[in-house]
């Protein structure tokens, strides 16, 4: 499979480090006395190689792990053992796509210990996607070093930040210092560490940006040796079509000459229902042509975001949710607002496929909640947005079929898109491991964690992380694989895993 070629790139900020002391040190005295602090012992041990797991032990001193293999016959003692038997070992969990800053600032030391990653087996999460990185890496990086919590972080630059912190949120082309500036801020952003620019091309005022513009922006992040990670600019039939978006993002990655990974992959809402296939079809042509193309996928069959971004049109959004707002009660525009946001509640499937998540009618469908209200279902979004200040949805707008089918290629990895109200921040990776290897057997075991470790860490560039091999960092994983489950579900969306 194609991979990153540029330089290896270490996480930004380590913020645990799970056993603690002097690597080096740890690794000698495992080397000259046959100890380790920590021992592994009787685990079902999967590397995050492509490879079956073995019945071994992992052998961990200060933060590093020195040793894999039969301890009795290495003559390996251990401080602490940890019996395994029954349990899958694997490298800690990797998860691309979160939405997690303001658990990891918070003030609050037990919410930086964002448990709804960590009871999913993931010690290493990414954040700054969808476009929404701050360029002030190095500054976000020595914050969360200053009040860590319980995973390692890395971070994306995010193009709607560094569009924003330049030409605002109007819909217009940067003329020509406009987009030196914002290139300036990319470069920097790589300079300080970034894994790459995240965009969100779907969201205003992302959406105003031309192809050009993008592309401009991620030759930075390319000739630094970042990757352009991206929702696309639709993923259903909302602007320019699924397919089109498909194009583009290739087109993108061509033009900048640096690998793509398409963020979430899906095909979302009744117009692409079974298009999966041909999505597909589009990205293995481009990577038998040498190019460089990933995606990760969360396995719910319900997306998330908020009303506004669902509903309202995008030539509304200029000038950000202020104008949305005066726009929503402009008697000129009504009846225009109310045809396109009809169809947008279509193509998600109807009302009753839209359920409130966040805010005062959480747990509640568009549907019925147009019918407490006597209004239709269009007059309830506007409200909620125009005089409710937006809520959070999840939007049931997806087949099994079309996210098994994606589930399926050795290029689609593991994320959550942890975001507020919806389950997929607290039950993802069990989930995944749940319904499609146990359950269905789309995914081996095998698959699962390769899939969920090593190779994401090799997409990325990560520096001894996602495998169980000597010198690598104790990032390790022991799981229940008969008990390994998710528990929270729509209607308790924050409830913690179980079998880690």
């Known amino acids: 499979m194609a991979m990153n070629t540029g330089r290896r790139r270490s996480l930004l900020t380590v913020v645990l480090l799970l056993c603690g002391a002097c690597a080096v040190a740890g690794a000698a005295a495992a080397d000259e006395k046959h100890a380790v602090d920590v021992l592994i012992a009787n685990g079902l041990v999967f590397t995050g190689e492509d490879k079956p797991g073995i019945w071994a032990d992992v052998g961990l001193s200060g933060d590093r792990i020195v040793f894999v293999g039969d301890a009795s016959v290495a003559g390996i003692d251990a401080a602490r053992t940890i019996d395994a038997t029954g349990m899958v070992v694997s490298p800690g969990l990797i998860d691309v796509h979160t939405h997690s800053e303001a658990e990891l600032t918070s003030d609050d030391p037990i919410v930086r210990r964002v448990p709804n990653h960590t009871l999913q087996g993931v010690s290493t999460i990414f954040i700054g996607n969808d476009g929404g990185g701050t360029p002030d890496i190095e500054r976000m990086a020595a914050s969360l070093r200053s009040a860590p919590g319980a995973v390692n972080v890395a971070q994306f630059v995010g193009f709607g930040e560094v569009r924003k912190r330049v030409i605002g949120e109007t819909a217009r082309a940067p003329i020509a210092s406009e987009l030196g500036a914002m290139r300036e801020l990319v470069a920097g952003a790589m300079c300080q560490g970034a894994l790459g620019l995240s965009a969100g091309l779907y969201y205003a005022p992302q959406s105003f940006a031309t192809t050009d513009e993008v592309v401009a922006l991620a030759q930075e992040a390319g000739w630094r040796g970042g990757v352009y990670d991206t929702h696309m600019r639709d993923e259903s039939s909302d602007n320019i079509g699924l397919i089109a978006a498909v194009n583009e993002t290739l087109d993108i990655g061509m033009r900048a000459n640096l690998p793509v990974h398409i963020a979430h992959i899906k095909a979302q809402g009744v117009d692409v229902h079974g298009k999966s296939s041909e999505v597909i079809g589009l990205i293995n042509a481009a990577r038998e042509r040498g190019q460089n193309v990933t995606a990760d996928q969360y396995p719910w069959i319900a997306s998330g975001t908020r009303v506004s971004n669902a509903l ?21 525009l009504k009846n225009r607002l109310e045809l396109e946001i009809a169809d947008n509640i279509r193509r998600r499937g109807g009302p009753e496929s839209i359920l409130l998540t966040s805010g005062p009618h959480r747990g509640v469908t568009l549907g019925k909640l147009a019918q ?4 239709t279902p269009v007059e309830a979004g506007v409200r909620v947005v125009r005089d409710e200040g937006d809520a959070r949805i999840a939007s049931f707008n997806m087949t099994p ?8 290629q050795e290029w689609v990895i593991s994320s959550s898109d942890a975001s507020t109200g919806h389950p997929r921040k607290f039950g993802s990776m069990p989930l995944r491991w749940r319904l499609l290897v146990r359950e269905r057997g789309v995914l081996s075991a095998q698959d699962f964690i390769r899939r969920s470790t090593g190779l994401t860490a090799d997409i990325y560039g990560l520096t001894d992380r996602g495998y169980l091999r000597r010198g690598a960092f104790a990032d390790v994983l022991v799981f229940d694989p008969r008990n390994f489950r998710e528990n929270a579900d729509f209607a308790n969306p924050t409830l913690l895993s179980d079998g880690v």
């Not at 200029?318 to 008697?331: E, I, K």
């Open 312 to 332: 309202v049109p995008r030539w509304a959004m200029d000038g950000g949710m202020s104008a949305v707002v005066r726009r929503l009660a402009d008697p000129a």
């Open 401 to 408: 079929a079309d996210m098994e089918n994606f589930a399926r």
């Open 372 to 375: 407490s209200w006597g209004v």
